[in-house]
């Protein structure tokens, strides 16, 4: 058959011309969830505050994040996130058409006839918080009018509100302009009286501003709530809906929880006050260390710095009973075998210390992935790789998942009982000590992490004036 090669880029251009106008013929009995699969890009509003979500994109984002991004892939496209301050913000993109999600984290059911609430997740309790060198109420009736400050259109302004029926006598001001973190500072520096804010969110910003303390719980609790459109397709609603359900019986949900918020659990004002105190004097010295070794080891360099403060405190004379030295506190044997000849050298010291790590790291399973991986990591950098595999393979004798720290975690502790140790290959481990180890670590990760975070999103804000400020009461 003869064909005129000069006809095929009309021909070309006549097919593709057809399928367009085909493809917008049907498009009108397209579903919504649909149309973003056909597009490939899902959007959504985040309120942009750790821990729903971390705006430095590192390879932890955040606590909702996590969660939106596997129904992302789980629908076949890509997360584009809209960051917001307050969940007023999110409900406007989410009424302009801007975004197909709205996420705000605990709150009360929004009543609004164009607004639907998805399924509940992660129930949540509100605390009233104050600064701990004032003189805190204790129950609802001992707050004095005009004490508590929200920020206006924020998720405390909408719980102050459900709360008001019960408790008339509830009267609170709202920033006009501002965000819950900006208020939080206030509070922690003694400007502002009280305030509210939900147990997830307080859980890290206590490690920020820990001049703030709990004055009494809420009585009510509030979940999670994806927010979306009710335009009369229920298929974006039905899908996220159903997400949720098979995420939390999966294990997925309570896995995801345990990995932002078991490890903050302890709280030590000393501590917190003098980490904070160590970011700001000691921690720029070596910062350019930290950031090269981590990049020539592929590890984030607040992590190097981390471990480096859990093991010196960033002393770089450091010095243990043991004979381990530096920054990093390395063993004479570890130290040779980096190829380090000064332990107390700081550059020395956190270059051998990110190479060791990077070696454990990688004579882990295969099958052990992030953030599991750097958590086991540090219980080899404390215990060793012979007492970590012991304690994976008494995780798998015992019907949990040896690839989960959250399950090794649960029995390393039993290598210092002779009734566990003495089936092993390498024996006794005070392995309770190794899960403290990791535990604090990650603890002063996270608090570095937040820290430099308040650096980015302070640039986003707009400035909050103190000094003759209109404050404004929906209550009053």
């Known amino acids: 058959m003869f064909i005129n090669t000069h006809l095929i880029p009309i021909l070309t251009r006549l097919l593709c011309i057809c399928l367009l106008a085909s493809l917008g013929a049907c498009s009108d009995d397209l579903s919504q ?43 076949g496209t890509e997360l584009e996130i809209t960051r917001a301050n307050t969940i007023s913000e999110v409900i406007a993109l989410l009424k302009q058409g801007k975004v197909h999600i709205g996420i705000a984290g605990s709150a009360p059911p929004f009543v609004d006839e164009k607004i639907k609430s998805g ?54 001001l709202e920033l006009p302009n501002g965000n819950t973190r900006q208020v939080l500072e206030q509070v922690n520096q003694g400007n502002f009286k009280l305030s509210i804010v939900n147990a997830d969110v307080f859980t890290y910003y206590q490690y920020l501003y820990p001049e703030i303390k709990i004055a009494l719980t809420l009585p009510r609790e509030y979940p999670s709530r994806w927010l979306s459109n009710k335009d009369g397709d229920m298929s974006i609603s039905n ?12 294990g997925k949900l309570d896995r995801l929880y345990n990995t932002y918020f078991r ?65 990093m506190m390395l063993t004479k044997e570890t130290a040779k075998r980096v190829g380090i000849n000064d332990r107390l050298d700081p550059e020395q010291s956190i270059l051998g210390g990110a190479k060791y790590l990077n ?39 015992l019907g949990d998942n040896p690839d989960l720290w959250i399950d090794v975690e649960k029995h390393l502790p039993k290598l210092s009982q002779k009734k566990w140790h003495k089936k092993t290959k390498h024996g006794y481990a005070r392995g309770h000590e190794t899960v403290a180890f990791v535990r604090r670590i990650r603890r002063y990760y996270d608090i570095l992490r937040l820290y430099q975070q308040e650096e980015i999103l302070e640039k986003l804000d707009q400035p909050l004036i103190i000094d003759n400020l209109n404050i404004t009461s929906p209550a009053l």
């Open 239 to 250: 899908s996220t809906n159903d997400f949720i359900d098979r995420y939390k019986q999966s």
């Open 359 to 397: 070696i454990l790291k990688g004579s882990l399973s295969e099958q052990i992935q992030e953030p599991d991986r750097s958590w086991m990591t540090l219980a080899a950098y404390n215990v060793g790789l012979g007492h970590l595999e012991d304690a994976r393979i008494l995780t798998e004798s």
């Open 119 to 172: 399924k509940a997740y992660n129930q949540d309790e509100w605390y009233v918080i104050g600064n701990r060198n004032d003189d805190l109420p204790k129950v609802i009736e001992d707050i004095t009018a005009s004490t508590i400050i929200v920020a206006k259109g924020s998720k405390p302004s909408l719980v102050l509100s459900n709360l008001k029926t019960n408790y008339p006598s509830l009267f609170w």
């Open 263 to 327: 490890h903050l659990n302890t709280f030590n004002y000393i501590d917190s006050v003098y980490y904070l105190k160590r970011i700001d004097e000691k921690l720029p010295r070596y910062k350019n260390y930290f950031e090269s070794a981590a990049k020539n080891n592929d590890f984030d360099e607040r992590f190097l710095a981390a471990v480096s403060y859990q093991e010196s405190h960033w002393e770089k004379n450091a010095r243990s009973f043991t004979g381990v030295r530096g920054l």
């Open 33 to 75: 969830l649909e149309r973003i699969q056909s597009r490939g890009v899902l959007r959504v509003a985040l309120i942009a505050t750790p821990p729903l979500y971390f705006p430095d994109e590192s390879h932890i984002q955040g606590y909702d994040y996590e969660i939106i991004n596997s129904y992302a892939a789980s629908i």
